[in-house]
Every structure is written in C-alpha cells, then in structure tokens.
C-alpha cells in the first residue's frame, strides 16, 4: 500500500483515540447536549502529487470546527479523487454515509447526531444526490449540519427547494468552467501550442524540446511496428531499458499504445480522436519537435488499429517462443495413404543435446501422429535463408513508388462544401438553408469527408511500407523480433511440409523441408 492510499485509510472510519461506544453512551447520559457528528471530505482532483492533501485539509478543519463547538467526530467519509457531478462515478464513502444516516449509527455503532463539511458541494452536486442526502439526514430529528456557510436547518420549511437552487447553481457553474476549459484547450490546440497536463514520453519537461533517449526510442519502436513488431515486444523492450512513463509508472500494453498513436509525435495536434485543422483543412503544426513524419504516424495508427480489428486492442492467443510452429506441418504418410498434416510444436531439446529447441508432431492423443522430428537451429537457418531470398527477389516490386494518392481533390470538395454549407446556414439572409435542409445535408457530407481521411490514412501506409521494402533485407533481418520475422514468413509461405527422415540418428538433410509459397516464383 503506497502513502496515499495508507493515509487515505487513516482519513476513513472510527478516529484513532475514541472513546468506546458505551463510553460514549455514558457520555450522552451526564451530558444531553452533546453530539456525535460525522465528517464528509471528498476532492475530484487530488493534484499531480497524489499525496491526499486535499482531504486531509478538509478533515483537519472539520476536527478543528467540532472541538469549538465541544462535538464528538465518531466517524470519517472520505472520497478521495473522485468527482460528485459525473454520473458513472460511484462515491463508496457517500453512499456508506446514506446508508448510515438512515440507520442511525456508524459501522460500529456510534449514534450520529449531525454532519459536518467544509462545503454543501463536497457532499453533493447533482439534485439526485441533494434529494437522497436529504431524505437520509431526515430520518431522525434534531440533527445538525454544519459548511462553510455556518449551521444550517435541513429541516427548516423550503430549504428542499434552496438546497435545489445551490445545486443548480453548481452545476452551471461547473459545465461554465468545463465550457471555458474546453474552449480555452481548442484554443491553444489551434495556436500550436502544447495543452499537455504532464510531460509527455519523449519531450522534456518544457514539452517542446526532445529527451534524446526517449524520442530514439519512440523512433525505433515506429520503424519497427511498421515492419511487423507487435506492442507486446515493445513493451517488453521498453521495460528491460528502463524506461518508466512520465508519472513514473512502468509501461504497460496500453500506455505504450497511446504513446504511439498519439499525433503528437509527428507534430500534429487531436481532440477526441480528430486532428485539429486550419481554416484550409490542413492539420494543425504544433510548437513542439516531432519525432516522427506525419507519413511513419499514419503508418503505424493503420497498423496497430488493424491488429487489434480497428480498437488497437491485442487480439490475444499465444505468444510463440520459437520462429516456426504452426508454420512446420507434418509430412509422415500414414496408413491410409494420407498424409498427416498437423501443425508441428516448438519445444525445448534436451540439456545432452548441442542445440537448444526442435519442433515436432503432436501426439496421438492430441491429434498428430508423433512421427515427425526436426533440429529447431538448422530447421529455422534453412527457412530463413529461403524467405530471405524471396523477399530479396520481390523487394525491387515492393519497393515501387507507390503512386499519389488520387483523391485529394474529392476530399478538397467535400470540405469546401460542408464549409458552404455552414456558412450559408448562419446567414441569416440566407432563407434556402433552414434547420432541416442543414441537418440533412451535414451527416452526408461528414461522413464523406470521414471516408475520405481514412482512406488517405491507409495510402499513407501503403507508402510507409514500400519505403520499408527499399531496406537491404538480409541486413535488416538480424535486428527483426521473432514476431516480426514470423509475420514475414507467413506472408510469403503458407506453410513448410516438413518430412520425416526415417528411423535412427541421420544427418539433418534440408531437402526434406518442403516450402510451400503463397505465391509462384
């Protein structure tokens, strides 16, 4: 448990130091107008330090208040980092509040005989919560309530309907300030200007200049998802160098996929997953230094985004420790003259032997034969070395200039007509175009013009990879992932028939793997 969460706990519950409950119960007796009060504190940001300063605040001065007023503080709620006017956000403290109120004792038995917070909007700032606050505070009479605002009389005629008029008040104040914070960040996204919280992975702590080691980084983990490397690896490769994100976290799947995705890196600037574009259409350059080109980031969003069926989610299954099982089938003729086909297994060899791994057919009783047996290093140097040629042969086709892309004009017209279409709607002399013509017309117009983007996204791709393909293929291959090198392998093979090579120890023979291409040579 980190200090935050260990002084959180500390802020929640019975206080430390309290009398029993049957203390307490004999208290009451010798003094009637004692009350047992219980605290509320809540803060929707806790601050980049994460430390519960906030709450801790708010308790101390609520500890303070009810020791002038000779209260008893039996119980502590605390809401730390969470927001009262989201709907989706579940509040356990306030909720155990309600609940405690109706039934009128604490979780051990305290009597509660008022509430205390700094303010009205700690507890609630949607009417829904205001309503249930005030029904459960009402259960019992004589309670007291005591904000910033002083006491206040819950159960005074119309102070439903005042608590109603504060709500509501809060709340558009809040959208106000939510309104301001988003205009002001369209703002600054629209000057270029870096709208960043934290620093981001790769930039230093002005946001602008690059962290050299970082930014390589980013640049090889590019370079790499775009020639067939998963996130998975990059990931795993990120860990062992030691990089941790800005919040000093270690990276994970998902955070190393936002890393790479953002459009950030290649200078550009995005709201809600939409570029920020000028007056012309054209995205938005930001201040800062880009890692990457605009062409590499459209490259690897279309790549990561393909794997994961357009969510960029890891599509699961296994992780392979050696470079060709399921691409090895068996090729034991059995019995009935068939041939036996199964997908061969990597496994480990045995600590005698001079190599490492071998691949061979699955038992009988899992659907192989058993009959078929490979040496892993020399079985994956011959099938390299037979991809590496064919790859060789094919680069100087892949590696053709992929043409312009031809719709550029198409695009160009459907903004210029959105745009009319806009203009034309906010004239007011300009009776032709009424709400219902404008509300007809613009979904068409948006999603041509989504269509469009998204194919030129996917030609910027198709450029990036032919730029790829220029690469000397034999040298590039050393330095490829397994994942990489298994992906291109299956492009260019649909599998390897691996033939047994009978009965006894024999010398390996490469004749007996059978490549079977995806294409004629």
Not at 57 to 84: C, I, P
Not at 450 to 462: N, P, T, V
């Amino acid at each position: 448990m980190g200090k935050r969460e260990e002084l959180v706990s500390r802020l929640r519950g019975t206080p430390e130091g309290l009398p029993s409950v049957e203390e307490v119960r004999a208290m009451l007796a010798a003094d009637p107008e004692l009350k047992c009060v219980v605290c509320y504190a809540r803060i929707s940001f806790d601050g980049r330090v994460k430390d519960a300063h906030g709450v801790e605040d708010q308790h101390r001065d609520m500890t303070e208040t009810a020791r002038r007023f000779g209260w008893l503080v039996v119980y502590r709620y605390t809401d730390n980092d969470k927001s009262a006017s989201k709907e989706n956000i579940v509040r356990d403290d306030f909720e155990q509040l309600l609940a405690d109120l109706a039934a009128g004792t604490t979780p051990d038995g305290y009597p509660i005989h008022g509430v205390m917070a700094v303010n009205d909007d700690r507890l609630y700032r949607r009417p829904s919560d205001w309503e249930r606050y005030l029904k459960a505070f009402t259960t019992q009479e004589g309670r007291v309530y005591h904000d910033s605002n002083g006491m206040q009389d819950l159960y005074a005629e119309g102070f439903e309907i005042k608590g109603l008029l504060g709500v509501a008040m809060s709340l558009s104040e809040t959208r106000k300030k939510e309104r301001r914070s988003r205009n002001s960040h369209r703002s600054r996204a629209i000057r270029g200007q870096s709208v960043a919280a934290w620093r981001p992975f790769g930039w230093e702590d002005d946001k602008v200049s690059l962290r050299p080691d970082e930014a390589e980084a980013i640049r090889q983990a590019v370079k790499d998802l775009i020639a067939g490397a998963s996130v998975s690896e990059i990931t795993r490769r990120w860990k062992e160098a030691g990089f941790i994100t800005s919040r000093g976290n270690p990276f994970q799947y998902q955070t190393v996929k936002q890393v790479l995705v953002n459009a950030r890196l290649c200078g550009y600037r995005e709201i809600k997953g939409e570029l920020v574009r000028d007056g012309d259409d054209q995205p938005i350059v930001g201040e800062w230094e880009p890692i990457i080109t605009p062409k590499e980031w459209f490259a690897v969003t279309a790549k990561i985004r393909e794997r994961g069926r357009g969510t960029g989610m890891p599509r699961g299954g296994l992780v392979h420790k050696y470079l060709l099982t399921g691409i090895l089938r068996c090729g034991h003729v059995l019995e009935d003259g068939t041939v036996c086909n199964n997908k061969m297994i990597g496994i480990k060899a045995n600590d005698w032997l001079k190599y490492r791994h071998a691949y061979m057919c699955k038992k009988t009783v899992d659907g192989g034969c058993n009959k078929t047996y490979k040496r892993g290093d020399k079985t994956d140097k011959v099938i390299e070395e037979l991809v590496i040629a064919k790859l060789e042969r094919d680069a100087a086709s892949k590696a053709q200039d992929v043409p312009d892309w031809d719709k550029a004009d198409a695009l160009e017209r459907a903004v210029r007509s959105r745009n009319e279409l806009e203009r034309r709607w906010h004239d007011d002399e300009d009776t032709d175009i009424d709400d219902e013509t404008f509300f007809r017309n613009l979904p068409v117009l948006e999603r041509r013009i989504k269509e469009l983007r998204a194919d030129q996204r996917a030609h910027e791709a198709l450029k990036a990879e032919a730029e790829e393909a220029k690469e000397d293929v034999r040298n590039s291959w050393g330095s490829k992932t397994l994942t990489q090198k298994r992906e291109a392998i299956k492009k260019v093979l649909s599998a390897v028939i691996a033939v047994p090579g009978g009965k006894g120890n024999k010398t390996f023979d490469p004749d007996l793997l059978k490549p079977v291409w995806r294409t004629s040579e």
